[in-house]
């Protein structure tokens, strides 16, 4: 029996402007998404609304960005909310084509003027069986100690919330240059980098025009990492600040020849 693999996609989409916020490219960052045919989309800084641009920028969508990328490709989606602002907000996003039985989003904010949060989706019928798949996306802190605090509340929320046999996947931009929050992270979730498993180390995604940074990841759990790419060049390295991460994945106890 063949089982078709789960193909993971994430990016933080810089609220649809280029590297250097020179022109607003949601709609060339829409087709190249597009192109990958993800199953699953995480997304970061991702704009509900934002007043002042949807009247001065071109071709600014008359919908939210995230239901816009979504289309008519990926028929499920969620939005976190995080900053709140006088023209409006951004947040956290997944797409999915499989269904959304449940959606939350919690707020892991360690700092006043730096509002972040953790947008948690369960998702259904992904592969053959009907296991549940949880999926979290994150965006945490510019400061190691705020990033710190919020590796672990992520760690708490998973341990109240998910079942410890249950696949799981958390993916975004961590911020994490220095690798500090990895080891306790891994330790209390039983999960593991879809990039580092392949090929011993973080992928390298910022900034986006020449990547030095390991700013963005994968973590699995309950799933075999089957291939994983960091998306470099064009057109991506004109698309946002960062590059977007690939992983493809099959249930760890699924055997195949």
């Known amino acids: 029996m063949e089982l078709r693999s789960l193909r993971i996609l994430t990016l933080n989409t810089h609220k649809g402007f280029s590297a250097l ?10 087709d190249a998404i597009r192109s990958i045919s993800a ?4 997304l970061q800084e ?28 990926w028929p499920e989606f969620a939005y976190g909310m995080n900053a709140v602002y006088t023209e409006g907000h951004h947040g956290n996003a997944i797409l999915s084509k499989f269904p959304i039985r449940h959606k939350h989003n919690e707020n892991i904010s360690t700092y006043a003027l730096e509002k972040r949060g953790l947008l948690h989706c369960e998702i ?7 296991q549940a798949i949880h999926c979290i996306c994150v965006h945490l802190g510019l400061l190691g ?13 998973v341990e109240e919330n998910i079942p410890a046999n249950t696949p799981l996947i ?7 240059w220095l690798q500090n929050g ?3 992270f891994c330790q209390r979730l039983g999960i593991r980098e879809s990039h580092k498993i392949r090929y011993g180390m973080f992928p390298k995604t910022f900034p986006s025009k020449l990547p030095l940074l390991s700013l963005d990841r994968i973590y699995v ?7 994983a790419e960091t998306l470099n060049g064009q057109p991506w390295s004109n698309l946002s600040d960062h590059n977007p991460l690939v992983a493809e994945t099959l249930p760890l106890d699924w055997h195949y020849e």
């Open 21 to 30: 916020k020179t022109k607003f490219v949601l709609s060339e960052l829409r």
């Open 46 to 73: 991702v704009s509900g609304e934002n007043k002042r641009n949807s009247s001065r920028v071109e071709n600014w969508p008359k919908v939210p960005q995230y239901e816009y990328l979504a289309d008519t490709i």
């Open 182 to 184: 990895d080891r306790t």
């Open 145 to 157: 100690r705020h990033r710190k605090q919020q590796f672990s509340m992520i760690a708490d929320y």
């Open 39 to 42: 199953d699953l989309v995480f």
């Open 221 to 227: 759990r309950g799933l075999t990492v089957l291939h």
């Open 170 to 176: 958390v993916a975004g931009d961590f911020n994490d």
């Open 124 to 130: 259904g019928n992904a592969f053959s069986n009907e």
